[in-house]
Nanobody
Framework: QVQLVESGGGLVQAGGSLRLSCAAS????????MGWYRQAPGKQRELVAT???????NYADSVKGRFTISRDNAKETVYLQMSSLKPEDTAGYYC??????????????WGQGTQVTVSS
């Protein structure tokens, strides 16, 4: 079973930057794609960015050019560098990972979330 723990959220002024981290721990056969989602109050959870083990990335149109996702496979950690933050980026940010368990069962793990608040 894999656990994901996010860190790095907080309060920042518009135009500022934050870096989120998500570390995986536990036992698994492999951890494949990892990503970040966000959910604002009253809204559905939406994709922010994903990254494969080989480093292929995918971004939501709303964050392209402002956010950068990266990962350290050796540390089983994924990062989200957020720049030029806007008030509309305010949300709970959730890390996820596609995991193959030690019995070869595919699962998806989620972190508990970290709050990002951008003031205008």
């Amino acid at each position: 079973q894999v656990q994901l723990v996010e860190s790095g959220g907080g309060l920042v002024q518009a135009g500022g930057s934050l870096r989120l981290s998500c570390a995986a721990s536990g036992i698994a056969f492999s951890i494949n794609d990892m990503g970040w989602y966000r959910q604002a109050p009253g809204k559905q959870r939406e994709l922010v960015a994903t990254i494969s083990t080989g480093g292929k990335t995918n971004y939501a149109d709303s964050v392209k050019g402002r956010f950068t996702i990266s990962r350290d496979n050796a540390k089983e950690t994924v990062y989200l560098q957020m720049s030029s933050l806007k008030p509309e980026d305010t949300a709970g940010y959730y890390c996820n990972a596609d995991v193959i368990s030690i019995v070869r069962t595919p699962t998806r793990a989620w972190g508990q979330g970290t709050q990002v608040t951008v003031s205008s």
